[in-house]
């Protein structure tokens, strides 16, 4: 069974930092490319970064760009996410979801998510 | 970027009744579209995906449609358990983009 679990997500003061992960089970990790989405309360859904099966392709949103670093570990197989510089308009939940692989179709698999909030 | 501008933004409809959202792409996506049903607290859950291939799992009532740059999703009879807010979102191009949600509810 495929599985996807965020963990790392908290309160954060703004500028803070925070690192989130996901760690899967269930498939072989490092076939598949890995995503990052949010969703701000009670707001609609947000890409916010992807990155290759072996790592190194990345790409981020234009609003988490210089800010946030997505990353893998494939021995491990977790994906992470640093967030720096942190501003309330980054607080949201997390998910992580599955990418592309070979015959599969994108993002059919989704964590459970991981609630960030950035306040003072 | 590949704008969805996804319609109606709400509906509200009675059991049985059939019921279609539509996704429009700034530009063409091909059948690279996803449909999603959120429900409150929960991930979004794969509905849809190639426009118009059914996931696994999910019953026949949902279908998509469409290609290029207009799509439609549709619930043949609407079922209690089926209100929720519905995404389409493109994965055509980076970045990825959603719809703005459309929020089902029953009348």
């Known amino acids: 069974e495929v599985q996807l679990v965020e963990s790392g997500g908290g309160l954060v003061q703004p500028g803070g930092s925070l690192r989130l992960s996901c760690a899967a089970s269930g498939f072989t990790f490092s076939s598949y490319e890995m995503n990052w989405v949010r969703q701000a309360p009670g707001k609609g859904l947000e890409w916010v970064s992807y990155i290759s099966s072996s790592g190194s392709t990345i790409y981020y949103a234009d609003s988490v760009k210089g800010r946030f670093t997505i990353s893998r570990d494939n021995a491990k197989n977790s994906l992470y996410l640093q967030m720096n510089s942190l501003r309330a308009e980054d607080t949201a939940v997390y998910y992580c979801a599955r990418g592309w692989s070979a015959g599969t179709t994108p993002f059919d698999y989704w964590g459970q998510g991981t609630l960030v909030t950035v306040s003072s | 970027d590949i704008q969805m501008t996804q319609s109606p933004s709400s509906l509200s409809a009675s059991v049985g009744d059939r019921v279609t959202i539509t996704c429009q792409a700034s530009?063409?996506?091909?059948?690279?579209l996803n449909w999603y049903q959120q429900k409150p607290g929960k991930a979004p859950k794969l509905l849809i995906y190639?426009?118009?291939n059914l996931e696994t799992g999910v019953p026949s009532r949902f279908s998509g449609s469409g290609s290029g740059t207009d799509f439609t999703f549709t619930i043949s009879s609407l079922q209690p358990e089926d209100i929720a807010t519905y995404y389409c979102q493109q994965y055509d191009n980076l970045p990825i983009t959603f719809g703005q949600g459309t929020k089902l509810e029953i009348k």
């Open positions: 190639d426009a118009s």
């Open positions: 530009q063409d996506i091909s059948n690279y």
